[in-house]
C-alpha cells in the first residue's frame, strides 16, 4: 500500500476550509478541481451554475507522505454529510490487483457506494463503509 491519508466532506465550504488550513500550515495544493470541469457523461443531468463551483476534489500535502484532500458534497448526490462523520480512509494503492483485494476485503460485510471502475480522471476509484461505520476510498493512478 502506498498511502494512507484522510479525505474531508464539506457542503459547500470546502474551499473556505481548505484556504485555511493552506494559511494555518504554510502549504500549497498541489490539485484543485471543481464539479464544473466534470466533462458530460450518459444519464447524468449537468450541475445548476451554482453547484459548478463546488470543489470537486483538493490536495493540500502536508509532508512527503502526507495529503490532506477534501471535496464539497452536492446536493441530492449520495447521503450527504453529518459534521463529525463527514471524513472517509483514503487509500492509494500501486495496482489494480492491489486495489480489488483491499477493496474486497475491507468492504466485507459493509455497504459498497462506488464500485470500483476506470473515472474520467484516469484512475481505478471506488468507496464503500465497512461493517464497523468507516467509509473508505480506493485509488490506483492508472498508468499515463
Not at 10 to 29: M, P
Not at 90 to 114: C, P, R
Request: net charge negative; aromatic share 12%; hydrophobic share 40%.
Amino acid at each position: 500500500m502506498a498511502t494512507v491519508n484522510a479525505y474531508l466532506m464539506f457542503d459547500g465550504n470546502c474551499e473556505v476550509a481548505f484556504d485555511f488550513y493552506k494559511s494555518a500550515l504554510g502549504k500549497e495544493f498541489s490539485q484543485l478541481s471543481r464539479f464544473g470541469e466534470i466533462p458530460p457523461q450518459e444519464g447524468m443531468p449537468p450541475f445548476a451554475d451554482d453547484m459548478k463551483d463546488r470543489v470537486m476534489h483538493v490536495s493540500l500535502p502536508i509532508s512527503a507522505e502526507t495529503i490532506l484532500m477534501g471535496s464539497d458534497t452536492m446536493p441530492g448526490m449520495g447521503s450527504g454529510i453529518t459534521v463529525g462523520d463527514n471524513f472517509s480512509v483514503a487509500l492509494g494503492v500501486d495496482s489494480k490487483e492491489e486495489a480489488d483485494k483491499l477493496f474486497t476485503n475491507l468492504s466485507a460485510g459493509g455497504k459498497i457506494t462506488m464500485p470500483l471502475e476506470v473515472t474520467f480522471w484516469n484512475s481505478y476509484f471506488g468507496m464503500f463503509t465497512d461493517q464497523f461505520g468507516i467509509k473508505w476510498m480506493v485509488n490506483y493512478d492508472l498508468p499515463k
